[in-house]
């Protein structure tokens, strides 16, 4: 049976937030050490960031970098960070059974945000520390002078403030495996607390409360409704993190229907802070920042061994299906715009990464499930509109009766349509007609960009930087009526209707 795909200018979900698009630099393993950093490496700039990588990093496109973890911000001290490198002292980081050496740190951080063009969203350490260590950070990024922690950061070279407009409170307070670990209770109140203070020290700022950090948190749902008991009016945001594992799932079929959980996990997510919107009697809605979220093989074994330094951690290597997955991770957030207003792509760089490197020259190379991630985030702007998608189902060991298709769509404000569609079947490739109602008539074409492959299994590496990218053809006309685009099985395309 051949596919319709419906795109009507009336059906605006919301318009959507570029910060959707956001990724994640966690001290962790080798994402800054080694990933983003290096500074014996012939194209690093004078804080000792990798070019070939920053380039790499625009070219992917990520609007916000949430920083500097993660479990490590837990356990962090900020002002070990700062000021003159030879100062610096090395600690043991609890969270990673790693050194740290506080080679790169606040100021490193912000100027590479400045580099690769994305605004930093920084997570304050409500786990080990608490109100006056958050409010002293947010002096030193946000106060132009006057106060002991904004003249540090002018003695350490930086005049101006950074402004940083987004802080996280915390990182995973759910989770026992947290250093610093709180009952709901607590939480929500320190939480809260700090938010005022914060706000207090700059009004401007918004801030995320930490929410749950995966769907299968026993206290997912009784979590966000204590929390938000005390945080409610004094936070803006909810954060939520999920991963989907591979090899949690039945077999790839099963697995390229992971879209169905993440659906429903925003939907109970959505579920949860609304009914401490109504039970707390506020009018103002809590939007969700999804900011960890990827595809990681997290029940495979890892050695997080005895304190090195930036060891390699949870280098995953990504498939054509784990990039399918991503892709739809992207539309599940696309349809789900009037609520995540944020989200970060768990990590950067080689931690569980679209990037990855190896030392020594011409070593960086894009992972499969870069590709959805840097075209959605190009050119997934605008307002998203809500598809009415006829095609085929099937039911997977996991999933009961899922449309074979999953299909997102924005309108650009230059009046460009962009439809994401991900083909789930492992087997079938589906004729679809893609109906654009309301747009303009006239000779249109659609430039249909897929990355898909006979290997669903198929990977890049050093080697094979470019074994799997994805294929554009251009200008296929849009003929209303009949199927115009051909979706290969176990694909993501991206159509854009010119
Ligand atoms: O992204 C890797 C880790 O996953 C983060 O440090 C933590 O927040 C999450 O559990």
């Not at 939520?240 to 939907?267: Q, R, S, W």
Request: charged share 25%; net charge negative; hydrophobic share 35%.
């Amino acid at each position: 049976t051949p596919a319709r795909i419906v795109v009507d200018d009336d059906y605006e979900i919301a318009d959507v937030d570029p910060r959707v698009y956001g990724s994640f630099v966690e001290h962790m393993g080798r994402c800054v050490y080694d990933g983003i950093y290096a500074p014996e490496h012939g194209s690093a700039d004078a804080d000792g960031f990798r070019g070939d990588v920053a380039e790499l990093v625009r070219e992917l496109g990520p609007t916000i970098l949430r920083y500097p973890g993660g479990n490590f911000v837990s356990g962090y001290e900020w002002e070990d960070g700062v000021g003159p490198r030879s100062e610096r002292p090395e600690r043991l980081d609890l969270a990673w059974r790693s050194v740290e050496s506080n080679q790169v740190g606040t100021d490193e951080f912000l100027r590479y945000c400045r580099t690769v063009g994305a605004d930093p969203m920084m997570a304050v350490n409500l786990g080990t520390r608490g109100i006056s260590e958050a409010v002293a950070l947010l002096e030193y990024c946000n106060i132009p002078g006057g106060t002991p922690a904004s003249d540090l950061r002018r003695r350490h070279g930086t005049e101006d403030p950074y402004g940083v407009k987004v802080w996280c409170l915390g990182n995973e307070m759910d989770g026992p495996w947290q250093l610093g670990h709180k009952s709901a209770d607590d939480y929500g109140k320190l939480a809260a607390q700090t938010a005022v203070a914060m706000k207090r020290v700059d009004p401007s700022i918004e801030v995320v409360a930490c929410g749950t950090s995966k769907p299968i948190m026993p206290t997912f749902g009784s979590w966000e409704a204590t929390v938000l008991e005390h945080a409610y009016p004094h936070v803006d945001h909810v954060s939520m993190h999920m991963y989907a594992d591979p090899d949690k799932y039945a077999d790839t079929a099963d697995f390229l229907a992971a879209g169905v959980d993440i659906d429903e996990y925003i939907g109970s997510v959505v579920a949860s802070v609304d009914y401490a919107r109504a039970a707390g009697r506020h009018n103002r809605r809590l939007s969700l920042s999804f900011d960890e979220w990827n595809v990681w093989y997290n029940s495979r074994p890892r050695d997080l061994g005895n304190w090195p330094h930036a060891p390699r951690l949870i280098e995953d290597t990504y498939t054509l299906a784990d990039a399918v997955v991503v892709g739809s991770f992207l539309n599940s957030m696309l349809r789900a715009s009037d609520r995540v207003r944020m989200a970060c792509l768990a990590q950067l760089v080689n931690v569980i990464a679209p990037i990855r490197t190896e030392p020594g020259a011409g070593t960086v190379w894009r992972q499969p499930t870069f590709y959805p991630f840097a075209l959605t985030a190009r050119h997934g702007r605008g307002t998203s509109l809500r598809p009415s998608v006829s095609c085929p189902r099937s039911t997977t060991t996991g999933h009961d009766d899922v449309p074979v298709l999953d299909v997102a769509a924005v309108r650009g404000d230059d009046g460009e349509h962009v439809v994401f569609v991900v083909n789930r079947s492992t087997e079938t490739a589906v004729a679809a007609e893609l109906d654009l109602r309301g747009a303009p008539a006239g000779d249109r074409t659609i430039v249909h960009t897929c990355l898909s492959g006979p290997e669903l299994g198929a990977t890049n590496g050093p080697d094979r930087p470019d074994a799997v990218a994805p294929a554009t053809h251009e200008a296929v006309p849009l003929r209303q009526g009949e199927p115009t685009v051909e979706l290969p099985p176990g694909s993501w395309s991206m159509l854009r209707v010119r």
